[in-house]
């Protein structure tokens, strides 16, 4: 979903031009402010950090990456 003001004016460029290149219309939803200040970048920082983020992400992805960090 759309974080904040910056996602919005991204996502709203791409969607014009798949709808002009190819017809095809978009979506954009907001998420939900409980997850608004979450992003891959931030996610990978703290785990590299040894901070927990197994209550920000699935499971089978909080396994990969303490194997890809070295189980900090």
Request: charged content about 15%.
């Amino acid at each position: 979903g759309l974080r904040a003001v910056t996602d919005f004016d991204y996502e709203l460029q791409m969607a014009q031009l798949n709808l002009q290149a190819s017809g095809v219309e978009t979506m954009l939803m907001a998420t939900a402010p409980a997850y608004s200040f979450l992003s891959s970048s931030i996610v990978k920082e703290l785990a590299h950090y040894g901070g927990d983020v197994s209550s920000m992400i699935p499971a089978n992805v909080n396994t990969a990456i303490k194997l890809r960090v070295g189980g900090k």
